[in-house]
């Protein structure tokens, strides 16, 4: 049961989201605390139950797809009205702390679940351009960090966290797009390949990793300031980042992996950035 409720609440990626939050809130303040600490675990939960509500929502298309057919609800492991007990406790719990954090957290987290569960969930169906509020919804636990914190959300560090995080979560969806084509089909789901092939899709997803890796190197520009070791790293680290990227994508065909890869770099961005501030 455990292991079926990590399932539902999709803790790897839910883990992902709170490390952006634990990176953005120590860019401002510099230091952990038990703020960061109950920050951490509210976004956490937060994305948990989001994700738990977004499977409850799905249900019925993701059983016709393959990759989401042994999930804990379409498959029977969790029944539906359990799921939604679920995500609506992780997800009222997230925002009492949050509250409690900072009031504007409480907004931006309203914010999140509105775009992901309401416009996302429901503009999925309708058309490819769902990623748009898919990959703003990444933008914002940068965004509760820093705010959390005690930063100002209009300064320019916390709004580049938030555009670097919606840049690389559009080439994520393509490549998720591409690896499961067949399964989206099967759903009914709407997708970009109605508009370009396999090859064109794979490019422009390459073009837009490049784009996100400049962008990525360019914290400095931002008010983002880290140790020049750390900053050779950065550097060094996109660049092979690309070059790995470019093979698994464009000469092997291993979109898998290469989507695998790009979770891993983006984590580990983060991590820097949090650790080598200077």
Not at 5 to 22: F, M
Not at 44 to 51: C, H, V, W
Not at 152 to 177: E, G, K, N
Request: with cysteine.
């Amino acid at each position: 049961m455990i292991l079926n409720i990590l399932r539902l609440i999709k803790y790897k990626l839910s883990l992902a989201v709170t490390i952006t939050c634990i990176s953005s809130y120590i860019l401002y303040k510099d230091k952990a605390d038990i703020l960061l600490i109950l920050t951490a675990l509210a976004v956490f939960l937060l994305a948990a139950g989001m994700s738990a509500l977004n499977q409850y929502q799905e249900r019925r298309r993701d059983s016709l797809m393959k990759r989401t057919a042994g999930r804990p609800v379409p498959s029977g492991k969790i029944k539906p009205p359990l799921a939604l007990t679920i995500s609506f406790i992780l997800i009222l719990t997230a925002l009492v702390m949050l509250l409690y954090i900072k009031p504007w957290s409480l907004i931006l987290a309203i914010i999140a679940i509105a775009l992901y569960n309401g416009l996302y969930t429901w503009l999925k169906t309708v058309s490819y351009l769902s990623i748009i509020p898919g990959a703003l919804v990444g933008a914002i636990p940068p965004l509760i960090g820093w705010q959390a914190a005690g930063g100002s959300l209009p300064d320019p560090a916390p709004l580049y966290l938030a555009f670097l995080m919606f840049m690389w979560q559009i080439p994520h969806f393509w490549i998720l797009l591409i690896i499961h084509r067949e399964d989206y089909k099967a759903a009914g789901f709407p997708t970009i390949l109605k508009s370009v092939n396999i090859v064109q899709a794979t490019r422009i997803s390459y073009v837009w990793i490049c784009l996100s890796a400049l962008f990525a190197i360019s914290y400095n520009v931002f008010g983002i300031y880290t140790a020049a070791l750390v900053s050779y790293i950065v550097v060094i680290l996109s660049l092979v980042f690309l070059v790995v990227f470019f093979f698994f994508l464009l000469v092997y065909d291993k979109p898998d992996k290469a989507f695998i890869l790009s979770n891993v770099f983006i984590s580990i961005l983060f991590l820097l950035f949090a650790t080598g501030k200077v």
